[in-house]
């Protein structure tokens, strides 16, 4: 950057940008792309319908306070639609959670391949981010509280988490709220929330409505087919759904996304049928990529994440290339501490397949 031009606050040029998965490959190819995940059954058609009927009064600002949607969030979930706080996508909403809690000298937590938009918010604000080492890919409780100091302010857990698909149960996401102080807000980030069946796992709904420092979040982007919209949630105790309201912008999210998110989530058989269809695509991927031989994290969310095998001429970077040869593209996710994985979304049957059999022919020696 130029010396003669205007600087950024202290730490803005740390931050890496973060930088979405892809969706082209070269040749005009339509791509089967599972780099982002994506449900392979797109939106609800009743929220396509309630998106292009908010076309009739886009000369009207929408409604500052998505009074429709937090009414559907509510009843769905049987919540306080007061404490409700929506927003652009989840990712508006942890960027509001660091701005109204961070500041220089506060510290907060996440864990070492944790969600990279956390680290952005938290140097954003001028913050200190502290990563805490997981265990065999899970959040690991105790690393995350041996992490806490006097300057901890926030500590982010995405549970599921995002790029491993691993989960911790609430058992020990209420044991990290006990043994953490009153004046730390604990972020639980549930945007994969909808395709755990596990019995011992909880969003974190029940923790927000007793304490008054836990909040979740939530995303209309991955079951419910909305990601062009940017919709998501947050549950807040009453303070601070407060403070998200105060520095939020007025009309923060489109009439179309507020009218199109209702209607999706009143749509509950088409969530039902994207989860269905998760069900039984994500063992049968996780089945036939460990018998190609790769190493397959255990992945509760509507993605695996899976490792070549070492001392290999086959490799991440290898199979990228070539996959997107052929028209797949899934995730490099070297930036999240892998670079030797890759992550696929569990896509439809035939991109599926698609990938599956690409992944195939790299492992038997094509492209090399």
């Known amino acids: 950057m130029s010396s003669s031009g205007p600087a950024p606050r202290p730490g803005i040029l740390d931050i890496e940008a973060y930088v979405p998965g892809e969706s082209k490959v070269p040749g005009g190819i339509k791509p089967a792309k599972l780099s982002s995940n994506e449900t392979p059954l797109g939106p609800s058609p009743s929220a396509i319908a309630a998106f292009t009927a908010a076309a009739s009064g886009l000369e009207r600002y929408p409604d500052g306070q998505a009074t429709v949607l937090r009414g559907a969030i509510a009843r769905r979930y049987g919540l306080d639609a007061a404490r409700i706080v929506c927003g652009s996508g989840s990712d508006e909403l942890l960027g509001l959670l660091a701005r109204g809690y961070l500041g220089p000298g506060d510290e907060a937590i996440y864990t070492a391949h944790g969600f990279l938009v956390y680290r952005i918010a938290i140097l954003t604000n001028g913050a200190t981010p502290v990563v805490a080492p997981e265990t065999n890919l899970h959040t690991d409780v105790d690393a995350i509280l041996k992490c806490v100091t006097p300057r901890t302010r926030i500590v982010f857990v995405a ?106 989530m009143d749509d509950v058989a088409h969530a039902d049928a994207a989860k269905a269809h998760n069900d039984v ?88």
């Open 159 to 264: 549970n599921p988490n995002n790029p491993t698909g691993t989960y911790i149960p609430i058992s020990e996401v209420r044991r990290l709220r006990a043994g953490l102080r009153r004046d730390i807000v604990l972020v639980l980030d549930a945007a994969y929330a909808e395709y755990v069946s596990n019995n011992d796992y909880e969003a974190g709904i029940e923790l927000v409505a007793s304490t008054s420092n836990t909040v979740m979040t939530r995303t209309f982007s991955k079951i419910y087919g909305l990601a062009a919209l940017r919709i998501g949630w947050a549950y807040c105790p009453p303070g601070i759904a407060d403070v998200l309201n105060r520095i939020r912008g007025p009309f923060n999210m489109s009439s179309p996304a507020l009218a199109a998110g209702a209607v999706a």
């Open 281 to 368: 695509w994500l063992p049968r991927v996780t089945r036939e990529l460990t018998a190609l031989g790769f190493d397959v994290t255990p992945s509760v969310a509507n993605f695996v994440l899976f490792h070549f095998p070492k001392g290999s001429s086959r490799t991440a970077d290898g199979a990228d290339l070539y996959l997107k040869s052929q028209g797949v593209i899934i995730r490099k996710v070297g930036a999240y501490g892998f670079p030797d994985a890759l992550r696929m979304t569990i896509g439809s049957e035939s991109d599926n397949q698609r990938a599956l059999a690409a992944l195939k022919g790299y492992m038997a020696g094509a492209g090399a």
